[in-house]
């Protein structure tokens, strides 16, 4: 008689840790996408309000919707790499936002980190990501 093989307890998916503040190559890489939606101006404004904006926590779940931005699949090399570091326990690095507009219909801007926002969703919907958001003006 053959023995059926007993299931396995599902393995929680790995907590993602969070670096405390972003890293110093945030800002630029920010700065060169929002090169390309605003005028140099705005832009230094905007990466100014980044470094010194309180951070805060908001859902993957909820900052793909808010974006607009479809969710890259795990075979994505950036998306891929930054799953290898959660898994390694090695802590991310905090995304960068410009806020949209409600009523203009302006979505949400990642600035910096979609890839880790896409990485953290595979891992779970509901990570808490930490966030350093701002208002355009």
């Known amino acids: 008689m053959v023995m059926p093989k007993p299931k396995r307890a599902p393995q929680p998916a790995p907590a993602v840790a969070w670096l405390a503040a972003p890293q110093p190559h945030d800002f630029p890489a920010a700065a060169a996408y929002l090169m390309l939606l605003a005028p140099d101006e705005q832009v230094s404004t905007l990466i100014e309000a980044l470094h010194s904006a309180r951070t805060t926590r908001h859902k993957a ?6 974006s607009r ?5 795990m075979q994505n090399v950036h998306v891929g790499s930054d799953l290898a570091k959660i898994a390694a326990g090695q802590p991310l690095s905090p995304v960068l936002l410009v806020r949209g507009d409600l009523l203009s219909g302006t979505p949400l ?15 779970d919907e509901n990570t808490d990501i930490p966030c350093r958001l701002v208002r355009a003006r």
């Open 69 to 73: 931005l479809p969710l890259l699949d």
């Open 109 to 123: 801007h990642i600035a910096d980190g979609y890839h880790r926002v896409c990485a953290s969703y595979h891992t």
């Open 61 to 66: 779940k909820d900052l793909l919707r808010a």
